[in-house]
T-cell receptor, first 116, second 111 residues
Framework: NAGVMQNPRHLVRRRGQEARLRCSPM?????VYWYRQLPEEGLKFMVY????????ESGMPKERFSAEFPKEGPSILRIQQVVRGDSAAYFC??????????????FGNGTRLTVT | SQQGEEDPQALSIQEGENATMNCSYK?????LQWYRQNSGRGLVHLIL?????REKHSGRLRVTLDTSKKSSSLLITASRAADTASYFC???????????FGKGTTLSVSS
């Protein structure tokens, strides 16, 4: 039973390019969360999605960032026109129900984005 | 803003000793969860304690919850080098839609 799969593990982009991060949740999980982690920091919540719906994007920067979780295929976190400050580890997590209600999150091993 | 804050930020102990980490939070909760993160990896869920529970055990882990003080503690007994990791507490956000994590406690266990 595969866990949460994220790819790529490492991504290098030049300033101004686009970054696409992919996440396949655990089988049977319909709730997906994206978090960002800076060095020596905790995880910052970005967005919560269910299939074809964005439920909470309160942690997502208003510009350049978008997320989707289509009916078929992985969830995608897209960062347009990347800047050096976007360099971080991006983690995806999934759960069988809303995570704040008695449901643990299952995390992938993250995508480490480096913007040069 | 952070919901949970762990204390201490860093902890260094010898194998066999116990490690205690604390977490304080600000608003009312349904439950509180603890996670571990090994270097370069994703977080792994350790234990979930509900708001009506005061203590919970899982192997060498013991978690307590004091809702009157809005605090929780994680105790790892008889620590091992493999316990070296960062430990995070997490509670639900005000909208009840996501978990919010603290900055974590970095535990180093030397043999």
């Amino acid at each position: 039973n595969a866990g949460v799969m994220q790819n790529p593990r490492h991504l290098v982009r030049r300033r101004g390019q686009e970054a696409r991060l992919r996440c396949s949740p655990m089988k049977g999980h319909s709730h997906v969360y994206w978090y960002r982690q800076l060095p020596e920091e905790g995880l910052k919540f970005m967005v919560y999605l269910q299939k074809e719906n964005i439920i909470d994007e309160s942690g997502m920067p208003k510009e350049r960032f978008s997320a989707e979780f289509p009916k078929e295929g992985p969830s995608i976190l897209r960062i347009q026109q990347v800047v050096r400050g976007d360099s971080a580890a991006y983690f995806c997590a999934s759960s069988s129900q809303e995570s704040s209600y008695n449901s643990p999150l299952h995390f992938g091993n993250g995508t480490r984005l480096t913007v040069t | 803003s952070q919901q949970g804050e762990e204390d201490p930020q860093a902890l260094s102990i010898q194998e066999g000793e116990n490690a205690t980490m604390n977490c304080s939070y600000k608003t009312s909760i349904n439950n509180l969860q603890w996670y571990r993160q090994n270097s370069g990896r994703g977080l792994v869920h350790l234990i979930l304690i509900r708001s009506n529970e005061r203590e919970k055990h899982s192997g060498r882990l013991r978690v307590t919850l004091d809702t009157s003080k809005k605090s929780s503690s994680l105790l790892i007994t008889a620590s091992r080098a493999a316990d070296t990791a960062s430990y995070f507490c997490a509670t639900g956000n005000q909208a009840g839609t996501a978990l919010i994590f603290g900055k974590g406690t970095t535990l180093s266990v030397s043999s």
